[in-house]
C-alpha cells in the first residue's frame, strides 16, 4: 500500500463551487505539506504543517485553506474555485528530523 | 529569497548517451540540495541529495555534487536508459532546516532507442 494517499485522483468541478482535496499518510511522519504544480512553474507551496495544531502559508495561499484533522490526514479545501486553479496538486510528509519530503500521487483538478 | 534555476527541457538524448541537466540555486549559508524525479502520472520522488559542500549524492547511477563555489548542483547519469525518461527537479531546503522546499521548473528528460 502506498504510504501517501489523495483522493480523488481526478477531479472536474465548476467555477464557485466547494472542493476538498484529501491527503493521508501511514508514515508517521508530523510535517505535512500541499503543493501545486503548473507547466513551466514548477511546485510551488500552498500550505505546511509541522503540527497537528500548528498551519502555515506557503507562497500562495490566497483561495484556499486547510485542515490537519490528525497527525496522519491533511486537507485542502478550494472554498470557492475559479479555473487559474486548474493544476495539478500533491501532498507531501516529512519527518522533523529529515528533509526528505515523501510524495503522494497528485490530484488533477479541472475548474471549467 | 531563496530560488532554484533549472535548464529548460525538454532534453532529447539517444540511449547510451550521457546526460546533464544544470542547476544553479541561490540561497543563504548552507542549505540541502535534492534531485527528486517525477515519472509519468506519478508523484515526485528523491533521486539523490547533498547536505553541504563537496558532497556527492547518488543513486541508479546518477549523481551530483554540491559546488558552494559556483552555487550549483548539476545532476549527471553516464549512460541514459529508455526508463529514465521522466521529469527532473533540483530543490533546495534552506540553511537552518524548516523543511520548506524550493523546487526549480523542471526539465523533462525523453530517451529514445
Known amino acids: 500500500d502506498a504510504d501517501v494517499t489523495q483522493t480523488p485522483r481526478n477531479r472536474i468541478t465548476k467555477t464557485g463551487k466547494r472542493i476538498m482535496l484529501e491527503c493521508s499518510q501511514t508514515?508517521?511522519?508530523?510535517?505535512m505539506y500541499w503543493y501545486r504544480q503548473d507547466p513551466g512553474l514548477g511546485l510551488r507551496l500552498i500550505y505546511y504543517?509541522?503540527?497537528?495544531?500548528?498551519?502555515n502559508k506557503g507562497e500562495i495561499s490566497d483561495g484556499y485553506s486547510v485542515s490537519r484533522q490528525a497527525q496522519a490526514k491533511f486537507s485542502l479545501s478550494l472554498e470557492s474555485a475559479i479555473p487559474n486553479q486548474t493544476a495539478l496538486y500533491f501532498c507531501a510528509t516529512s519527518d522533523s528530523m529529515q528533509e526528505t519530503q515523501y510524495f503522494g500521487p497528485g490530484t488533477r483538478l479541472l475548474v471549467l | 529569497g531563496n530560488s532554484v534555476t533549472q535548464m529548460e527541457g525538454p532534453v532529447t538524448l539517444s540511449e547510451e548517451a550521457f546526460l546533464t541537466i544544470n542547476c544553479t540555486y541561490t540561497a543563504t549559508g548552507y542549505p540541502s540540495l535534492f534531485w527528486y524525479v517525477q515519472y509519468p502520472g506519478e508523484g515526485l520522488q528523491l533521486l539523490l541529495k547533498a547536505t553541504k559542500a563537496d558532497d556527492k549524492g547518488s543513486n541508479k547511477g546518477f549523481e551530483a555534487t554540491y559546488r558552494k563555489e559556483t552555487t550549483s548542483f548539476h545532476l549527471e547519469k553516464g549512460s541514459v536508459q529508455v526508463s529514465d525518461s521522466a521529469v527532473y527537479f533540483c530543490?533546495?531546503?534552506?540553511w537552518g532546516g524548516g523543511n520548506k522546499l524550493t523546487f526549480g521548473t523542471g526539465t523533462q528528460l525523453k530517451v529514445e532507442l
Open positions: 530543490a533546495l531546503s534552506p
Open positions: 504543517s509541522f503540527d497537528v495544531k500548528d498551519i
Open positions: 508514515k508517521g511522519h508530523d510535517r
